[in-house]
């Protein structure tokens, strides 16, 4: 049974920032850090002094492997001016910001701190593709790793149980992929800023060029099914279902509710929490949901007091395609086997009753693991506050919206609820 | 039998001696593979070894084409895809697993539910003395 949780006292976000997310050759965790962080200060309605902040908690998965480089709390601390102050690295795989935004918060919720940065950072593009999979593969329990599972590997095992439970199949997940290049295309941070017909104009041109017979799809889908445009990466995960290996940072200020006015007239306040602890694919207890998504949905909306027909759009954790359509159903979204359903009627289109992913999701917004948990409430936050320019979610009264983070094969899966009142 | 420790080291120690053993909890009868020190269902701590026969049926799986550098060292790439998969096992215990004899490159032809039969892979080379557990086509 899942006790109704409370903050001791409120908690607010008054700053956000997030670096462009991408491959970058001359650019490392550091001067991606600086850019989100110059960002959020400047998000900062009526100004903040740096010298005000307590503590920073900084989620980052693997930079040891992949950078050969540890201990990122100190090194974040010193590049923004915050040393002597405390720096508290949070590491949960994929989820790894998103635990650092809720110490932040209970930092605060406890009366111990009044204001905090939270934030989360990881470099992986300077590892070969091999590399990166392997390094990602630590986080996998280690009796699939020794069965040779990579993560979309995982996704793909997931996905063929789904498939045989419910009846669905690669195409569904294609209007999964198809949506999230759309609304990538109107996320200027975003690492593929292509929706599926610019990647088939360009690959078209490309044969022209070359002289070469001229591709013959007719659609998306058809694309997509082309094993030469799509290959298979751990079938049935094709390329076009896995999530780039990305650079990137991601931040945000959070300080007690009762301060936030200071900060701006236009605070957002965490309502809803959850977080949840699985067991991986030998010993969850089905292979067609994550009980840890469920443990920490059950959580945030007994502490909000919420349903999930009141959560008005939602960032989705879709390293690969299979993941979106899971979790939205854990979220309690759609019911089990029905989320296929409803995106294919467009229900979660970004003018659909349920807006996911309108950042275009780690697909197709990145995925720097360590970073993309508060990424994902930085577009929350632009969502609600109506800054989302070509991607604003189209309604009236934009008020709740939602992120939900996973790590690992589901061994850590955290849901927060923002409101703007 | 000399006492061992219900944990990886003693799975793996098993597999070795081509056994696939797990625990069983004396006080709830619940069973895990690989074997647990602790009753995830009672929080019982007295355990006792269950031999599996090693028969199960297939209940999900994947064909890697890009693999890490361990199975590429294997000789498995884009071309040469392998399988691994979730094998339930008798009594409902589920054990992660390289799957073998099936076609990687027609993957829409392997069938869920397929029976499979363990089998013991002695690895050679870097990792000496390991032993896979592999499943293959009963």
Known sequence: MVRKRKLGRGVAVVGAGMSKFGMFRDRDSKDLFAEAYLEMLASVDKGVDPHDMDALYLGNFSNDFFVHQSHWGPLVSDLIGLTPKPATRTEGACASSALAFREGVFAIASGFYDMVLVGGVEEMSKRTTEEVAEGLALATVPYEGRAGFTFPGVFGALATAYFKRYGATREHLMDITIKSHHNATLNPKAQLPLSIRDLMRVKIQKAQKKEKPLPQWRDEKEFLSDPRANPPVAWPMHLFDCCPISDGASCMLLVAEEIALNFTNDPLYVIGMGQGSGRGLHA?????????????????????????????????????????LIHMEDLGFFGAGEGFKAVANGETRLDGPKPINTSGGLKCKGHPVGATGISQLYEVWTQLRGKAGKRQVPKKNLRIGAAHNLGGTGGTCTFTILERR | MEV??????????????????????????AQYVPPRPICIECHGSKMEWVELKGEGK???????????????????????????????????????????????????????GLPLKAKFLHRQGAEEGETDLVFESA
Do not use: W
């Open chain 2, 4 to 29: 061992r420790d219900f944990s990886d080291i003693s799975y793996a120690q098993f597999l070795k001696e081509e056994k696939l053993m797990g625990s069983k909890c004396k006080a709830c009868k």
């Open chain 1, 284 to 324: 969850c207890k089905d292979l067609t949901y994550f009980e840890a998504t469920r443990y920490a949905a059950k959580e945030a909306y007994g502490m909000s007091d919420l349903t999930p027909d009141d959560i008005q759009f939602a960032e989705v954790h879709d390293c690969f395609s299979i993941a979106e």
């Open chain 2, 58 to 112: 297939l209940a999900a799986f994947t064909c890697i084409s890009v693999g890490p550098p361990s199975m590429i060292a294997q000789g498995y790439n884009r071309k040469n895809p392998y399988c691994s998969g979730v094998v339930e096992l008798e009594k409902g215990a589920r054990v992660d697993a390289r799957i073998e004899g099936v076609d990687t490159l027609k993957p829409e032809t392997i069938q869920m």
